[in-house]
């Protein structure tokens, strides 16, 4: 009995440390979670514009890229095999970027959006709470976003994807 | 003549010079509390990532529009969560962590007054 304080204390203290270093996602979560498509307004490549009007009756990706972004080349094939597997619509939003740049990009990798919005200012990454680059939203037929990717889709997170756009088409 | 038109250009010019000042400060305020959440150990006043430009940025332009410090912190925990906050706003989400200290103050203070007794 005289050390119940102390023993009480001491597994208090490994109780906080033991949850808090094992939880497994570490990753910043949306705030945007479950919640509608933030604003949007922007000039497309195409010269026409992506708006909140471009944002329904089906599930679409939102992906963040550049072309001065290194991690964007390596995520640019699996948008590609996204697509293969399953083909959804995917805006890409072109952060901070030089249109020459961009076209040039797109024409040596190819292009896998059905359209691309131009942020020059990064006011847009802001709107959507982006930190960085790449960063993806899988969006709902009801504008609502369910997913989001930090940095690169890979195989792992297009397997994620294609169960999470399954569990949105039912 | 001439002498009051300088006047009145020198006092039109050291009020926009003060106003500009003025709105610097504000937002250097406000800078230092925003934490940038890609360094996440940096406020966006200290940091030089490409991002935390883009805030400061945002934040100017928001004081220039008339908005306040309450507005412009609301705007960001919207979009960034209250991580964004490098002092966490007092919430239901947030009342153990800021009466964490006190408790175990408190416990502490009992544990050391037990032993005393007991001595």
Redo the contacts between chains.
């Keep these: 009995m005289k050390y119940i304080?102390?023993i009480i204390?001491t597994i208090f203290i490994f109780v906080c440390f033991f949850f808090g270093l094992n939880k497994k996602d570490q990753t910043?979560?949306s705030?945007?979670l479950n919640k509608p498509i933030?604003e949007i307004n922007l000039n497309s490549l195409t010269n026409d514009k992506l708006d909140q009007s471009d944002f329904k009756n089906e599930i679409l990706l939102v992906n963040f890229f550049a072309s001065w972004c290194l991690p964007c080349i390596v995520e640019h094939d699996f948008l590609f095999e996204l697509k293969k597997q399953k083909p959804i619509k995917i805006y890409g939003i072109n952060y901070?970027d030089d249109i020459k740049n961009l076209k040039k990009w797109l024409e040596k990798l190819g292009n896998p959006y059905s359209k691309i919005g131009m942020d020059k200012?990064?006011?847009t990454?802001?709107?959507?709470?982006?930190?960085?680059i790449p960063e993806s939203f899988l969006i709902d037929k009801n504008g609502i976003i369910r997913h989001k990717i930090n940095g690169v889709i890979d195989e792992k997170q297009i397997k994620i994807l294609l169960k999470k756009i399954e569990s949105l088409e039912k | 003549m001439k002498k009051l038109f300088i006047l009145i250009v020198l006092t039109l010019f050291s009020h926009n010079l003060f106003a500009d000042e003025n709105l610097d400060k504000k937002a250097r305020e406000i800078n230092k509390k925003i934490r940038c959440v890609v360094c996440q150990s940096q406020s966006i006043d200290d940091s030089d990532s490409l991002l935390a430009r883009d805030l400061r940025v945002l934040i100017k332009e928001k004081l220039k529009e008339g908005k306040n410090e309450k507005e412009i912190t609301d705007y960001l925990v919207e979009r960034y969560g209250e991580f964004i906050l490098l002092k966490p706003r007092f919430n239901s989400k947030t009342y153990f962590l800021w009466l964490a200290p006190i408790i175990i103050l408190l416990f502490g203070l009992f544990l050391i007054k037990g032993i005393f007794k007991k001595n």
Excluded at chain 1, 125 to 132: A, E, H, L, Y
């Design positions: 304080g102390l204390t910043l979560k705030a945007f933030p901070k200012t990064g006011i990454g802001i709107n959507w709470g982006v930190n960085g």
